[in-house]
């Protein structure tokens, strides 16, 4: 398997240009947000722009005295991130449309307070790695700073509309990693010179420098059987209950299954019986070197977790039902539409689907190598040419 593709070779700017400050705007929720962002940052300073990058949570922006958890007695968006752990997605819908209706009563509050946050921190750049607070970051930019650039990086492989990620009559620019996303930005008559498509979604570069491991050494050494089919089982950061179904239907299946931050869940996994070797782990910093491990990929259809395996020659086995998140729905129509693995209805018929992947491992592999996503290395030269076309509409600008 290959594991490291061609990276982005652009040279960086030279070293006379002056130090820009550019602000990556993410949240915590689901943990992609700012994955994508710290990706980005370090991509950024791998080839040697000469910027300020400075990752802000918008929550802290919002709430700098961290109110909500002083009286509630946790984060806001521990509540979403419990809610995933705990398989409670159905009606998220109908909840997602509340919450917009919400961010709309509080729009004129919002803007104030941003606009203060931009007015003390005076970026350059402006990029947004979230959805929903899209007009509310752009208004109170466009009005405390005028001229600095807003981008709105497009951290699903679609949109969700209305007022998801793209927002309609503002003067922005999009980053998007799909056709789809991109035909949705023209729909919403943004003109093509704003649009920016790149191939993929924002991945860490490690997943493009994974050494590559002796499969089997490493999976003997870990309790693995080396020449098992094994699949990796993981739902992000914060696990999923989903994954003890998972591994009661397929105990005779070889299972890494990565749990997060979920103690509880992993604990209960390593309890159950079990007639194959199984591997399961809390929380990893190294997912390149353990996707490495297995042969396929058994999850929820997120675009980041997704990515990632398709980076590493994993074909995936994700479901698409009433509990899958809306923002989500449309990626299991790209694992079909790239011939990248199963799409199921539910975990049920895992055990079907998993002896389906198994026979058809070579055909998906090689479909996993016609995508090439360089995303994370394409985003800093767009970036670049963002801000030299704002500094060349504002030729008079003071350097800082």
């Known amino acids: 398997m290959t594991v490291a593709r061609r990276l982005d070779d652009t040279p960086p700017p030279p070293a006379a240009t002056p130090t820009r400050s550019v602000d990556l705007v993410y949240f915590n929720a689901g943990g992609g947000h700012r994955a994508s962002a710290t990706a980005l940052q370090a991509a950024i300073r791998e080839q040697g722009r000469p910027w300020d990058v400075r990752l802000v949570n918008l929550l802290e922006v919002l709430d700098p005295q961290d109110l909500f958890r002083r009286f509630t007695g946790f984060a806001p968006e521990a509540i979403y991130n419990q809610r995933l752990a705990r398989g409670w997605t159905l009606g998220l819908g109908q909840e997602l449309k509340l ?13 104030r307070q941003l606009q203060q946050h931009w007015l003390k921190t005076e970026p350059d750049l402006v990029v947004s790695l979230i959805p929903n607070f899209n007009r509310a970051l752009y208004q109170s930019l466009a009005s405390a700073l005028p001229g600095v650039p807003y981008v709105t990086v497009l951290t699903d492989l679609a949109d969700h ?39 993929g979604m ?127 729905r449309y990626n299991a129509q790209w694992v079909r539409e790239n011939g990248l ?24 592999r090689a479909n996993t190598r016609r995508l090439e996503n360089l995303a994370v290395f394409e985003l800093p030269r767009v970036l670049d040419g963002i801000l030299r076309e704002s500094e060349a509409l504002r030729p008079g600008l003071p350097l800082r």
């Open 202 to 328: 924002i991945i860490r570069p490690d997943f493009y420098r994974a050494p590559m491991v002796d499969r089997a050494a490493e999976r003997a050494a870990l309790g693995l059987d080396p020449s098992r089919p094994t699949a990796l089982v993981s739902f992000g950061g914060q696990g999923s209950k989903a994954m003890l179904g998972i591994a009661r239907q397929l105990a005779d299946t070889q299972l890494i299954l990565v749990c997060g931050h979920n103690e509880a869940l992993a604990a209960r996994l390593r309890a159950l019986p079990a007639a194959a070797p199984r591997l399961v782990l809390g929380f990893t910093s190294d997912m390149p070197r353990v996707m490495q491990l297995a042969d396929f990929f058994i999850g929820k259809p997120g675009p980041g977790s997704l990515s990632e395996a398709v980076q590493l020659g994993l074909p995936v086995i994700v479901v698409r039902n009433a509990w899958t998140m809306p923002q989500e």
């Open 99 to 111: 919450l917009q209706g919400l961010i709309r009563l509080a729009h004129p509050t919002l803007v």
């Open 341 to 364: 693995g199963l799409v199921l209805p539910g975990f049920t018929r895992i055990a079907p689907a998993v002896a389906e992947v198994i026979t058809r491992l070579d055909e998906l």
């Open 161 to 199: 509309p209305p007022h998801f990620w793209i927002e309609p009559d503002q003067a922005q620019h999009f980053v998007c990693g799909t056709p789809r996303a991109m035909e949705q930005a023209r729909t919403t008559a943004h003109p093509a010179a704003r649009l920016h498509a790149s191939s």
